[in-house]
């Protein structure tokens, strides 16, 4: 018997009892709708913690002066006093991967403006440091190279910063005082807000690195260097030479800890991504339960089907239906039901999901590859539970089924 | 009470000619029944030719459905050969089996068991839809099968809008439309009325007569066991019987004896009147 021959009979048949196939596809439709969703919500904050890392700045390679061991005393993140604008000379000079680099030089203040004051962290670094973040400037701009080298008294300050300090009055121009010492505010950085792990991004005042080492923190070494890379790959690429190199200048002994962290944005951004990768199949694996439970219905109402139709079973074998006949037969009318559901499902999981996004405003991400697996999932939760039932019409004995009251 | 049914003399054999088409050779048939073993036929040996009406009779439990279901290719002997046209078929495969019943044989039941809420020429369709035939030959054939037995303008109608009569009709044409060589009917009259007992049987004689059909009917009736050309009787699982029918009743003839249908409605309307008029005593004749 044809292909088209068999799904017209199926339909016709699921058709005579409406209600009853309407009931059993609910459970595959709820089940599909709920994939769909979830996934869809799922991947929409995946996009969102991508979004927020490629904020942090593309291609970024940070090294952080590390736990040295000066004197057998470990120190934390950036308490050592080996790593100087010297090594990040020496890297921008020997590692072609890499195209610039910034250094940070940290430490918290209270600043100062007319009436009011805040606590927050003063940055030291070099201009290029925002282009490396991907960062610009909203109004004003930013110091310049020279005033870098002269340890200029300016800075640029972040939003959050210039609320607090400033209220209403444009800060651009206006002089603040950190500490006991007045810097001009030659700019106003763009809003960035929170970075993946919940900092404030914009609280904070970027000064030239010079400024801060001397007259502020009075250090000659750096914390932290910003350096980025050619390009995604080639920031992990780099880590293994800047290693290397920094090993050689720091003068460590093969065997010996470095006393300096590499980190590259694309590890952030893949566990950032395994994260919500997990979540995401965790959703998904709970939604599939229920796709399972839809599967088990239409396992149920095709064996009752198969009792339901025993004799026009035995007619069908008494005019010549073989085995296999009856059984894609069956199997086939199984397919559709689910696959059916499953169609009905996606349409109610894009809506559910559009619908989420508009009422909740939580971003949601309808991918492609979701509705393709939860269409063939359907398919194969038809032939999965279709096969049981459907097998054993096959196998019912033609006299016994032509007997069956 | 079946040993003087049949008014018969010579054995059949030697009557028929034509090529034969139903061989068994010492058939058996045990069930295993898990406990106890039934032996349901003990060594049945049988011939039938081409263009041969047999009656297959004897009560319950004689047998007699079994040596159907296994003509039918729907069971396998437990012992002994089956030839059907020359082709071994006793050891065949489901399969196998399955396309000789739907090229060779035409299967009518006593229960009709034609599919509901189906159209008549879709039921006599359904061999064909396995014989792996166009739609449109498929249609084409199930009309010209429904013409056969008079259907032709209920092609539409569904079971339940059909009398019992007309449902076998359309069950005689389902078993038609691949052109079997073997008719097979089991106790198709059983359901019937009288009259259309009659009808059907009618039906089975032209095409045996006039088409050369080869027809095997399974009854337990007497009076239609006598529209057949030879008559079997089976009983304890042994053919014990197999003659030459005498006598034999031709159905164009009986019907025009028989009350029409209106004529019975109208007969059957005056003994109500005249019941009536007698006041509602005793209804004996």
């Given at each position: 018997m044809d292909f088209m021959n068999t799904f017209r009979l199926a339909l016709r048949a699921l058709a005579r009892n409406k209600m009853r196939?309407?009931?059993?596809?609910?459970?595959i439709i709820i089940g599909v709708a709920a994939v769909i969703a979830v996934v869809s919500?799922?991947?929409?904050?995946?996009?969102?913690?991508?979004?927020?890392?490629?904020?942090?700045g593309t291609n970024v390679v940070f090294i952080a002066a590390g736990s040295?061991?000066?004197g057998g005393v470990r120190v934390g993140y950036g308490g050592v006093k080996t790593l100087t604008i010297d090594d990040m000379n020496a890297i921008l000079r020997e590692i072609p991967l890499i195209k610039e680099a910034a250094p940070s030089v940290n430490s918290r203040k209270q600043i100062v403006y007319g009436n009011q004051n805040w606590s927050t962290v003063i940055n030291g670094t070099t201009p290029n440091y925002f282009e490396i973040r991907n960062w610009s400037i909203q109004s004003g701009s930013v110091f310049s190279d020279e005033e870098v080298d002269l340890a200029a008294n300016v800075c640029v300050i972040g939003t959050t910063v210039a609320k607090n300090l400033f209220l209403d009055e444009d800060p651009v121009g206006k002089t603040l005082r950190i500490g006991n010492i007045p810097f001009r505010v030659d700019g106003v950085l763009e809003s960035k807000g929170q970075n993946v792990i919940g900092q404030d991004q914009d609280d904070a005042v970027y000064a030239p690195y010079t400024t801060v080492q001397r007259k502020i923190s009075g250090i000659t070494w750096v914390q932290f260097i910003n350096a980025s890379a050619i390009s995604p790959v080639a920031s992990v690429a780099a880590v293994a030479p800047i290693t290397s190199l920094l090993r050689e200048r720091h003068r460590i002994r093969t065997g010996d800890d470095d006393d300096f962290f590499v980190r590259t944005q694309s590890e952030v951004a893949d566990l950032m991504n395994k994260t919500q990768g997990v979540m995401t199949m965790l959703l998904g694996g709970i939604?599939?339960?229920?796709?399972?439970?839809?599967?088990?219905?239409?396992m149920n109402i095709m064996l009752v089907s198969v009792t339901e139709r025993t004799r026009e079973i035995g007619v069908r074998m008494a005019v010549g239906a073989t085995e296999s006949d009856v059984q894609q037969q069956f199997l086939v009318e199984a397919v559709t039901l689910s696959m059916m559901g499953g169609a009905i499902g996606i349409l109610f999981g894009l809506v559910g999901s559009a619908l989420i996004s508009n009422f909740l405003s939580w971003p949601t991400l309808v991918s492609v590859k979701a509705i393709v697996t939860a269409a063939l999932f359907s398919g194969a939760v038809g032939i999965f539970f279709g096969y049981y039932p459907a097998r054993k019409a096959a196998r019912l004995d033609p006299i016994e089924a032509l007997r069956y009251e | 009470m079946a040993e003087q049914t049949i008014p018969v003399t010579e054995p059949a054999q030697t009557v028929a000619q034509g090529k034969p088409l139903i061989r068994l050779e010492n058939v058996h048939k045990i069930y295993d029944l898990g406990e106890i073993q039934v032996q349901a036929l003990r060594g049945v040996s049988l011939e039938v030719r081409e263009g041969e009406f047999v009656a297959v009779m004897g009560p319950s439990g004689s047998g007699k459905s079994t040596v159907m279901n296994i003509l039918g290719c729907l069971d396998r002997p437990t012992k002994g050969r089956y030839f059907l046209?020359?082709?071994d078929v006793s050891g065949m495969s489901k399969n196998e089996l399955a396309r000789i019943r739907n090229r060779k044989l035409g299967f009518v039941f006593q229960q009709f068991n034609l599919l509901s809420r189906t159209s008549a020429l879709e039921n006599v369709e359904l061999p064909t839809v396995y014989a792996g035939i166009?739609?449109?030959e498929r249609a084409k054939r199930a009309m010209e099968a429904l013409t056969r037995v008079g259907l032709a303008e209920r092609a539409g109608h569904h079971p339940s809008q059909l009398s019992g009569g007309q449902q076998q009709r359309v069950a005689i044409a389902r078993a038609l439309v691949n052109r079997p060589a073997i008719l097979l009917a089991d106790e198709p009259t059983g359901n019937l009325d009288s009259r259309t007992s009659v009808e059907i049987m009618q039906i089975f004689q032209t095409l045996n007569e006039e088409q050369g059909l080869t027809i095997v009917i399974v009854t337990h009736e007497q009076d239609i066991a006598q529209y057949a050309k030879r008559a079997l009787e089976f009983r304890d699982g042994k053919l014990r019987r197999d003659n030459i029918v005498r006598e034999r009743l031709v159905a164009r003839?009986?019907?025009?004896?028989?009350?029409?249908?209106?004529?019975?409605?109208?007969?059957d309307a005056e003994d109500n009147a005249r019941e009536e008029r007698h006041g509602h005593g005793d209804a004996e004749k």
């Amino acid at each position: 018997m044809d292909f088209m021959n068999t799904f017209r009979l199926a339909l016709r048949a699921l058709a005579r009892n409406k209600m009853r196939s309407a009931l059993t596809m609910l459970g595959i439709i709820i089940g599909v709708a709920a994939v769909i969703a979830v996934v869809s919500i799922g991947q929409g904050a995946q996009y969102m913690v991508q979004q927020g890392i490629q904020a942090m700045g593309t291609n970024v390679v940070f090294i952080a002066a590390g736990s040295g061991r000066p004197g057998g005393v470990r120190v934390g993140y950036g308490g050592v006093k080996t790593l100087t604008i010297d090594d990040m000379n020496a890297i921008l000079r020997e590692i072609p991967l890499i195209k610039e680099a910034a250094p940070s030089v940290n430490s918290r203040k209270q600043i100062v403006y007319g009436n009011q004051n805040w606590s927050t962290v003063i940055n030291g670094t070099t201009p290029n440091y925002f282009e490396i973040r991907n960062w610009s400037i909203q109004s004003g701009s930013v110091f310049s190279d020279e005033e870098v080298d002269l340890a200029a008294n300016v800075c640029v300050i972040g939003t959050t910063v210039a609320k607090n300090l400033f209220l209403d009055e444009d800060p651009v121009g206006k002089t603040l005082r950190i500490g006991n010492i007045p810097f001009r505010v030659d700019g106003v950085l763009e809003s960035k807000g929170q970075n993946v792990i919940g900092q404030d991004q914009d609280d904070a005042v970027y000064a030239p690195y010079t400024t801060v080492q001397r007259k502020i923190s009075g250090i000659t070494w750096v914390q932290f260097i910003n350096a980025s890379a050619i390009s995604p790959v080639a920031s992990v690429a780099a880590v293994a030479p800047i290693t290397s190199l920094l090993r050689e200048r720091h003068r460590i002994r093969t065997g010996d800890d470095d006393d300096f962290f590499v980190r590259t944005q694309s590890e952030v951004a893949d566990l950032m991504n395994k994260t919500q990768g997990v979540m995401t199949m965790l959703l998904g694996g709970i939604a599939s339960v229920s796709l399972l439970v839809g599967g088990i219905g239409i396992m149920n109402i095709m064996l009752v089907s198969v009792t339901e139709r025993t004799r026009e079973i035995g007619v069908r074998m008494a005019v010549g239906a073989t085995e296999s006949d009856v059984q894609q037969q069956f199997l086939v009318e199984a397919v559709t039901l689910s696959m059916m559901g499953g169609a009905i499902g996606i349409l109610f999981g894009l809506v559910g999901s559009a619908l989420i996004s508009n009422f909740l405003s939580w971003p949601t991400l309808v991918s492609v590859k979701a509705i393709v697996t939860a269409a063939l999932f359907s398919g194969a939760v038809g032939i999965f539970f279709g096969y049981y039932p459907a097998r054993k019409a096959a196998r019912l004995d033609p006299i016994e089924a032509l007997r069956y009251e | 009470m079946a040993e003087q049914t049949i008014p018969v003399t010579e054995p059949a054999q030697t009557v028929a000619q034509g090529k034969p088409l139903i061989r068994l050779e010492n058939v058996h048939k045990i069930y295993d029944l898990g406990e106890i073993q039934v032996q349901a036929l003990r060594g049945v040996s049988l011939e039938v030719r081409e263009g041969e009406f047999v009656a297959v009779m004897g009560p319950s439990g004689s047998g007699k459905s079994t040596v159907m279901n296994i003509l039918g290719c729907l069971d396998r002997p437990t012992k002994g050969r089956y030839f059907l046209d020359g082709v071994d078929v006793s050891g065949m495969s489901k399969n196998e089996l399955a396309r000789i019943r739907n090229r060779k044989l035409g299967f009518v039941f006593q229960q009709f068991n034609l599919l509901s809420r189906t159209s008549a020429l879709e039921n006599v369709e359904l061999p064909t839809v396995y014989a792996g035939i166009s739609p449109e030959e498929r249609a084409k054939r199930a009309m010209e099968a429904l013409t056969r037995v008079g259907l032709a303008e209920r092609a539409g109608h569904h079971p339940s809008q059909l009398s019992g009569g007309q449902q076998q009709r359309v069950a005689i044409a389902r078993a038609l439309v691949n052109r079997p060589a073997i008719l097979l009917a089991d106790e198709p009259t059983g359901n019937l009325d009288s009259r259309t007992s009659v009808e059907i049987m009618q039906i089975f004689q032209t095409l045996n007569e006039e088409q050369g059909l080869t027809i095997v009917i399974v009854t337990h009736e007497q009076d239609i066991a006598q529209y057949a050309k030879r008559a079997l009787e089976f009983r304890d699982g042994k053919l014990r019987r197999d003659n030459i029918v005498r006598e034999r009743l031709v159905a164009r003839d009986v019907l025009k004896t028989l009350p029409t249908a209106e004529e019975q409605a109208a007969e059957d309307a005056e003994d109500n009147a005249r019941e009536e008029r007698h006041g509602h005593g005793d209804a004996e004749k």
